[in-house]
């Protein structure tokens, strides 16, 4: 059979196929399947979601005769206009990292075409193929016209700034600080310098799980980086790779608080606190006592009182008052010993009985 890329082809959005829905036509639960992976068998057919994608997706036409034991029916392998891609297809297209798209797809025709799949809140978000290669031809600084005006002294709006310092650095690993700050007219200090940081940060990261066992220092200099931007961007790498490391628990403690009916089904997005902490929330049920459970990586599980801001401002301290519990035992308690104390008020303590040395959270990433 022809190897079929990964991509939602056009036409076919009906017959797309969350892992839930998978588990309902194999009238098994969801965490079941989670656990048993049928669909790493070999033969299953491919996922239409990008390998990096958070939320695996088929095509339900294809998981049917596989089960069925039938012929797998192959998909359309000619690119179409009205192909739907996700953040990871789109970066591809682009040639940047998934990260910036995060930034792009803000763009007001981007954020009008987008398509959750599954439709509603809990779908994730894919464009047409169309609209990606418009924006892709329209990118500031390509082509005749393109690019910031001689003598203008506007400053880029903010959500384009980590964008462009990434399309600098794609040209040159080397790029100063006072470069970006010329060529983009922003200030050198921090948001230029900061810029920078962060982007050779993720890409050491990168790099570094791409080769196990790879010293941070060592992935800089193979990515081409100065010595002297090392530090800053090593520490960011170290950051990253933390929270990289939490989010598997952190993911995995979210389905089951969303498969036992007390929290909404979400992806997990990680939060960097100042001083290196780490944080992420889940919102609760509506019908729940709390408004949602966060997860701080010197302190463990608590609950909140805002579903608006359920972390909150970042502190030295843990966070204490009214409706805050601290739940579970350590820093990573199982999912179902968190569950049932989420579901019993007497459990828990006002004030966290774990804390993480030093209060930076990298512990976490072991």
């Known amino acids: 059979m022809t190897k079929e ?3 939602i082809r056009a036409g076919r959005l009906q017959h ?26 070999e033969g299953h057919p ?4 990008s390998p990096d994608a958070r939320n695996q997706l088929w095509d339900a036409e294809q ?70 290669l418009a924006y892709k031809d329209s990118r500031p600084g390509r082509g005749a016209g393109g690019g910031r005006r001689e003598g203008s002294g506007d400053m880029i709006p903010r959500d384009q700034i980590l964008p462009r310092i990434a399309e ?35 890409r050491i990261a990168d790099l570094a799980e791409k080769q196990s066992g790879l010293d941070l220092k060592d992935a800089a200099l193979q990515l081409g980086y100065p010595p ?5 961007a090593v520490a960011f790498a170290e950051r990253e790779l933390s929270a990289r490391s939490a989010q598997p628990y952190l993911q995995h403690t ?6 036992a ?41 608590r609950t909140a009182t805002s579903r608006r801001h359920p972390i909150g401002k970042h502190t030295d301290t843990a966070p204490e008052g009214e409706g805050i519990r601290y739940l579970g035992t350590g820093l990573k308690p199982d999912p179902e010993e968190l569950l049932a104390a989420l579901r019993d008020q007497r459990r828990g303590t006002k004030r966290p009985k774990a804390t993480a040395e030093e209060g930076t959270g990298l512990e976490v990433a072991e």
């Open 16 to 41: 797309v196929q969350t892992m839930s829905d998978l588990a309902d036509a194999l009238g098994k639960k969801l965490t079941t399947i989670r656990n048993q992976k049928p669909y790493a068998a």
């Open 254 to 259: 979210a389905d089951v608080l969303a498969a």
């Open 168 to 202: 600098l650095l794609d040209a040159n690993p080397a790029v100063t600080v006072e470069a970006v700050s010329g060529t983009l007219g922003i200030t050198k200090f921090p948001t230029a310098q900061s810029g920078l940081a962060t982007l050779r940060g993720r």
């Open 261 to 301: 009916g007390i929290a909404q089904q979400a992806q997990v997005e990680m939060r960097q606190l100042h001083g290196g902490a780490l944080a992420a929330a889940l919102l609760l049920d509506i019908d729940q006592p709390a408004a949602a459970a966060v997860w701080d990586s010197r302190y463990g599980w």
């Open 228 to 232: 002297i931007t090392h530090r800053a």
């Open 63 to 132: 998981t049917a005769a596989y089960y069925a034991g039938q012929p797998i029916p192959e998909l359309p392998q000619a690119d179409d206009d009205e192909d739907l891609l996700d953040r990871h297809e789109a970066a591809e297209l682009l040639g940047i990292a998934p990260v910036t798209w995060n930034t792009y797809k803000k763009d007001p025709a981007l954020a009008a075409g987008v398509v959750l799949v599954p439709a509603g809140p809990k779908g994730t978000e894919h464009w047409p193929r169309r609209l990606v």
């Open 5 to 7: 890329k990964n991509v």
């Open 46 to 49: 491919a996922p239409i979601s």
